[in-house]
Nanobody, 119 residues
Framework: QVQLVESGGGLVQPGGSLRLSCAASGSKFSINAMGWYRQAPGKERELVAMFTSRGSTNYADSVRGRFTISRDNPKNTVYLQMNSLKPEDTAVYYC?????????????WGQGTQVTVSS
């Protein structure tokens, strides 16, 4: 059974930093893509940063230059280093995993971790 374990959320002041991590386990299929989405109250879930199936990275315009996604392939883990945090970064951050299967891609979501940016 596929599991995604997220950690690293919390409360931080504007201008501060946090690092999120997401570890995947339990899959017999290879990873197509893996990364982070977020959802703020009253808003739709949106892409934050993602490693794509081609190995490149995608960032939301709102976080480019402040957030950095990285990965540890042997550990099937992705990280999100968030610097210069702003109040508008406050949201629940979800890890997303896309697996390559012989039939169709399979998507899994983590349980979410709260990030609150406030003074």
């Amino acid at each position: 059974q596929v599991q995604l374990v997220e950690s690293g959320g919390g409360l931080v002041q504007p201008g501060g930093s946090l690092r999120l991590s997401c570890a995947a386990s339990g899959s017999k299929f290879s990873i197509n893509a893996m990364g982070w989405y977020r959802q703020a109250p009253g808003k739709e879930r949106e892409l934050v940063a993602m490693f794509t199936s081609r190995g490149s990275t995608n960032y939301a315009d709102s976080v480019r230059g402040r957030f950095t996604i990285s990965r540890d392939n042997p550990k099937n883990t992705v990280y999100l280093q968030m610097n210069s945090l702003k109040p508008e970064d406050t949201a629940v951050y979800y890890c997303k995993l896309e697996l390559a299967t012989p039939w169709a891609p399979l998507n899994y979501w983590g349980q979410g971790t709260q990030v609150t940016v406030s003074s």
